[in-house]
């Protein structure tokens, strides 16, 4: 079924020579004119645009370009679309892509749908642009401003937020008042007074970048006050210490089990901040470096941006990004920067496409954005050998409160499905010949290691799942990732050894999460 903008024709084209001296051009010209009389003559317009196209996306489907609106094309082929009628030839049309023969197969009219309709829609979307994304952005611009060097008063003042002093706080209440996980305990009780701990700790309330003002050891309280708290923490570090002793003998049977290439190999990193990665993508740095290969990654950054919002920025040449920028370990972030400017600021060897998570299943949201904005990268990209890859993103948590896990009926495998299929269908459609199987991957996680794989019910958690996620996205690209030393500081040996073996398996099982074969 084909998705229908405004006023959108579905012609077909084929494309001649496309460059050069004059000579060149009149050969081409009188190629595409022989061709134009092959299909006035009664020949099928489709097989001869498998047989003489040099577009490698058209030609192999007949010349079917699909469903288009006004502007998306180049203008001298859009006029020449819209100014034919169904079964309708062009004359031999010349845009900078060289020369082109139309044929129009449908035309439909703009049209609208009552609003009874499409309020619900308009609703849902106008909370999902409103929500998705904003705290993430408002914690990213936070975050850099510390990393900078602001202060958290400094770094919080264009956006109204204030820091909050605690005074002295003890564990109990930093976990139970305050909603700080107790893994995170350590670095904030190791922390120095001064130290801004830059790395956000996930709260039950939200997000906190935090500042050691003082710290001071607890005071000796009087036995009748504090016996029942002995009690209690005895039979704590009673529990503990079977835990201790049980965990380590399984370690000593996983570490024996461990293929004999793996022994030896994995290792802990030095704790690291956020501002060291860049997401997935950042990680995929660290085990890139990690196996002695030199990396340089760029990531055009704007929060819950759908592809339709991407075509917008791109066809108004908008500096809507945050460019962040990964050279062999240097970071860099560059705000309000176009596309064009970062697609032109290497010559990448791979450029990733991918829709905002909560439409990823959805087929129709694609359309008619992801051809044009493929289009666009192919004619600006700097490297002549660039190659193209879609990320198949991840299903929500069960428990996710998002507003987009709506259009999936809050239902995970649903919406894993979905995403799925959608993703492997453009994929085919606009000859996209990777695809990172991020969502299998997470999924497989899931199944083998419980739904904790986000940190908000649809963000990566900053450990095991991005961790995950990148070893997908290493192996995608680089080969086999299974024994690679890097893992994060919060993800365990083991536990690393086991997100390689997912990403491994989701690459040679892309569409079969929770199964290790």
């Not at 619900?120 to 401003?145: C, H, M, N």
């Not at 596309?339 to 087929?363: C, F, H, K, M, R």
Request: hydrophobic letters at 35%.
């Amino acid at each position: 079924m084909k998705r229908t903008p405004p006023s959108s024709p579905p012609p077909k084209w084929c494309l001649s020579d496309a460059k050069a001296s004059a000579e060149d051009q009149a050969k081409a010209k009188a190629k595409i004119e022989e061709i134009a009389q092959r299909i006035k003559a009664g020949e099928d317009f489709g097989e001869v645009a498998k047989e003489v196209s040099e577009d490698p996306g058209s030609g192999p489907q007949g010349g079917e370009l699909g469903w288009f609106a006004h502007g998306q094309m180049v203008p001298e082929f859009d006029k020449a679309s819209f100014a034919l009628n169904p079964g309708e030839l062009s004359e031999p049309v010349k845009t900078q892509f060289g020369w082109h023969l139309i044929q129009l197969e449908e035309k439909k009219a703009a049209g609208q749908k009552p609003l009874d309709e499409v309020k619900d829609q308009i609703r849902t979307r106008l909370a999902q642009d409103e929500a998705s994304g904003k705290v993430q952005e408002a914690l990213e611009q936070v975050q850099l401003a510390v990393i900078g060097g602001k202060s958290l008063k400094e770094a919080g003042e264009p956006l109204k937020l204030a820091p909050q002093e605690t005074g002295l706080v003890n564990t109990t209440e930093l976990t139970e008042k305050m909603g700080i996980k107790p893994e995170n305990l350590p670095a904030l009780l190791a922390a120095k007074p001064g130290t801004v701990l830059d790395t956000p700790f996930v709260t039950k309330t939200g997000y906190v970048i935090a500042k050691v003002n003082e710290s001071k050891p607890q005071t000796v309280k009087p036995l009748d006050a504090v016996k029942d708290d002995i009690k209690a923490r005895l039979q704590q570090d009673k529990a503990r210490t079977l835990a201790f002793e049980a965990a380590n003998a399984e370690r000593k049977t996983f570490t024996a089990d461990l293929p004999k290439e793996l022994q030896g190999k994995l290792k802990k990193t030095e704790p690291v901040g956020r501002q060291g990665y860049m997401g997935e993508l950042g990680m995929n740095a660290e085990l890139a470096k990690a196996a002695g290969i030199r990396l340089i990654v760029g990531n055009l950054y704007i929060g819950g941006c759908s592809l339709e919002r991407h075509w917008e920025n791109v066809s108004k040449g908008l500096p809507a990004y945050d460019y962040r920028k990964n050279c062999e370990g240097v970071q860099s972030n560059t705000p309000k920067t176009s596309l064009l400017s970062a697609l032109q600021d290497e010559p990448w060897d791979y450029i990733t496409v991918q829709q905002v998570s909560q439409n990823s299943g959805l087929y129709d949201t694609y359309y008619p954005f992801m051809p044009s904005l493929l289009q666009y990268l192919r004619t600006h990209a700097t490297n002549p050998g660039v190659r193209f890859a879609i990320h198949q993103v991840w299903a929500y948590a069960c428990d996710s409160n998002h507003s987009g896990f709506a259009n999936y009926d809050n239902n995970q495998s649903r919406m894993y499905r979905e995403i799925v299929k959608t993703v492997n269908r453009v994929s085919r459609k606009e000859h996209i010949p990777i695809v990172i199987p991020s969502g299998t991957a997470i999924q497989t996680g899931r199944n083998l290691m419980g739904d904790r794989m986000t940190r908000d019910g649809f963000h990566l958690d900053y450990g095991l799942g991005r961790y995950i996620a990148a070893c997908t996205w290493y192996e995608t690209f680089f080969g086999p990732v299974e024994g690679n030393p890097f893992h994060p500081e919060s993800v365990s040996p083991r536990e690393a050894a086991l997100g390689q073996r997912i990403a491994h398996t989701a690459l040679q099982h892309p569409d079969e999460p929770g199964v290790l074969k």
